[in-house]
């Protein structure tokens, strides 16, 4: 079909050839801006970046007394002023492991079968809604429901257990969210073509979708390990204890049905609850919490890097 | 039309709804064995649900709902007692985005063949010879015979398509549907993908699906034109656009819809 084109204005007139690409005043005036603008988006990320680098910077500072390998694998000792974070290292270890035992087969799976089998109906919906609504619900209240159905109700007592379980709770919404969002971002022609040969859904999955969103979905699953590391209320009330010593340099140390320590919460009673405390060893503890967490992330960044690297298309 | 026929397709009245709205109505049409024939009408008419009716792909969209009969090669395919891997194994399909799966050219062709083996490995020897087979039948062999283990997804659109073709072969499927195979390509590959139709004419029905008035009249045997879900004149193809019997079949394909 044949439109008409007319030209929404006339080109202005010019009288001087040699002028045509010199900048007016109105041009100058935008390049101005531009620059200022510039300028101002650039500070803003200075700013962003500098009180990560104050904090790490005067956090070592602090520690710099107490840091060395003894300092990791030493229980704290004399009503914690001294000693190192041996148990409170190792608890999270063990529940962020066990969690994530529980909940990222649970949450790929039931990720899996959301994407790629359940059809558009009233109970799906619901599902959905479900876990993008827990995704947001406050640790606390998993904490509460925690307390209630594992230490009380299936009497697991306050132990490694139901901690992890209380975690593993509060981590599968959100690993069952960001493992359909992997698997959405495979093509959807990829699957129609897989159909069309005479694939079944699961030939599908297992031949295409999952290695093609298998970094995404790693991704998802590791950030949720330093977020249930870092949890504090979830372990409190199923789990944490103040002080427990257990035997050093074994990390064979916690059974599932024992009380542990953790490091975010050694961290709050030794700033706030134990007086006396040397200025070191509470700093000391924040960089081990600190360098924890971000090792955790840098492990999701390299992998994913490593398995964009391969991915398929 | 002539009467002592085979058909490879044949429907009867077949409804199709997506939900409540109904996307194909009354259909029931005849295509004639290892022919080219071809299906134009106007965007969101049904031909491409229609194609996918022929190997119940369908199914796989959600919310859909079918009466009236289908067969293939005169069997119902909707019977209780049909496979949808083995119909589908029969009756390929080919998308108007060339779909080549993110693995090798080699792997891609192997693909459906290790879909439907229970045999996991087969022989070198044996798959090399599949995949130069399904190749020179593309007329891509002598393009990617040094390309084996790339990905399928880097090549060219048009050597995409071809070998979205190519990779239906090893299953010997009776029938190819073809979705508006040649709309993402330029000139020179949609001739090379029509001339490769013309080549797989006899040992194939083919039923392609385009907005390409010339390339149906180019290509196909015979001519379906549907508007709003149903068939509104089916001729061959000559007939069809010389001398069409219906004024809305006049007027679609001398441009007035569009
Ligand atoms: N999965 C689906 N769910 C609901 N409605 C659908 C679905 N697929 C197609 N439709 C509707 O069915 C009708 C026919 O669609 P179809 O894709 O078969 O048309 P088409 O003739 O292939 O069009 P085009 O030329 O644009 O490809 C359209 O109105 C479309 O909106
Ligand atoms: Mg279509």
């Not at chain 1, 919906?125 to 904490?143: D, E, F, K, M, T």
């Not at chain 1, 859904?201 to 590791?222: E, K, M």
């Not at chain 1, 204890?241 to 024992?258: M, N, P, Q, T, W």
Request: hydrophobic share 45%.
């Amino acid at each position: 079909m044949a439109t008409d084109i007319t030209p929404s204005s006339s080109p202005t007139e010019i009288t001087d050839p040699s002028l045509m690409f010199t900048a007016t005043e109105q041009s100058r005036k935008k390049q101005l801006m531009e620059n200022i603008a510039r300028a101002i988006f650039f500070v803003m990320t200075l700013l962003m970046i500098l009180p990560l680098v104050l904090i790490v910077v005067y956090l070592f500072v602090k520690a710099a007394p107490v840091l060395s390998p003894e300092f990791l694998f030493t229980n704290p000792a004399k009503g914690m002023r001294a000693g190192g974070i041996w148990a409170p290292l190792l608890g999270p270890i063990y529940i962020v492991i066990t969690s994530l035992l529980v909940s990222a087969p649970i949450g790929v799976l039931a990720a899996v079968y959301l994407n790629e089998y359940a059809r558009a109906s009233w109970f799906t919906r619901i599902i959905n809604l479900a876990v993008v609504n827990l995704a947001g619900v406050p640790s606390i209240v998993h904490a509460l429901f925690g307390v209630g159905a594992f230490v009380y109700f299936a009497k697991m007592g306050r132990s490694v257990l139901a901690a992890s379980l209380t975690l593993a709770i509060m981590t599968l919404p959100v690993i069952i969210a960001s493992t359909k969002e992997a698997l959405n971002a495979v093509p959807m022609a990829f699957r129609e073509a897989c159909w069309n040969t005479g694939a079944t859904r699961w030939q599908t999955i297992r031949g295409i979708v999952l290695p093609n969103s298998i970094s995404g979905i790693l991704t998802g699953i590791i950030l949720q390990v330093s977020r249930a590391a870092g949890e504090t209320a979830p372990i409190m009330f199923t789990g944490a204890v103040f002080f427990k010593a257990i035997s050093e340099r074994d990390v064979f140390a916690y059974g599932l049905f024992d009380r542990f320590m953790a490091l975010s919460m050694h961290l709050y009673q030794l700033s706030t609850q134990v007086p006396g405390v040397p200025e070191a060893l509470e700093y000391g503890t924040a960089v081990v919490l600190l360098g924890a967490v971000l090792t955790v992330n840098a492990l999701a960044i390299v992998l994913r890097v490593y398995l964009r690297s391969r991915k398929r298309w | 039309m002539s009467t002592d026929k085979n058909y490879s397709i044949e429907t009867n009245q077949l409804n199709l709804w997506y939900g409540d709205f109904q996307a194909l109505i009354n259909v029931s049409v005849k295509i004639p064995d290892g022919l080219i024939t071809g299906l134009i009408g106007p965007s969101g008419c049904g031909k491409t649900t229609l194609l996918r009716c022929f190997n119940r792909v369908n199914e796989r969209y959600g919310n859909v709902t079918t009466t009236g009969e289908v067969e293939i090669l005169g069997k119902n395919i909707y019977d209780a007692d049909v496979s949808l891997t083995e119909l589908r194994k029969n009756v390929g399909m080919v998308f108007q985005r060339p779909n080549p799966l993110p693995i090798s050219v080699y792997e891609n062709i192997l693909f459906g063949l290790r879909v439907h083996s229970e045999q996991r490995i087969r022989k070198k020897s044996e798959t090399d010879e599949i995949v130069e087979t399904a190749l020179r039948e593309v007329f891509l062999w002598d393009d990617l015979k040094d390309q084996l283990k790339v990905k399928a997804t880097t090549l060219q659109l048009e050597q995409q398509q071809k070998l979205c073709i190519a990779r239906l072969l090893p299953l010997k499927p009776r029938v190819i549907l073809m979705d508006e195979p040649c709309s993402a390509l330029d000139s020179k590959g949609t001739g090379t993908v029509e001339e490769l139709m013309l080549e797989l004419t006899g040992q194939y029905t083919i039923l392609i699906v385009t907005h390409n008035m010339a390339q149906a009249r180019r290509v196909s045997d015979e001519c379906i034109f549907m508007l709003i879900g149903e068939i509104i004149e089916h001729n061959r193809t000559e007939d069809l656009f010389l001398t069409p019997q219906n004024t809305k079949t006049a007027d679609y394909i001398e441009g007035r819809y569009g």
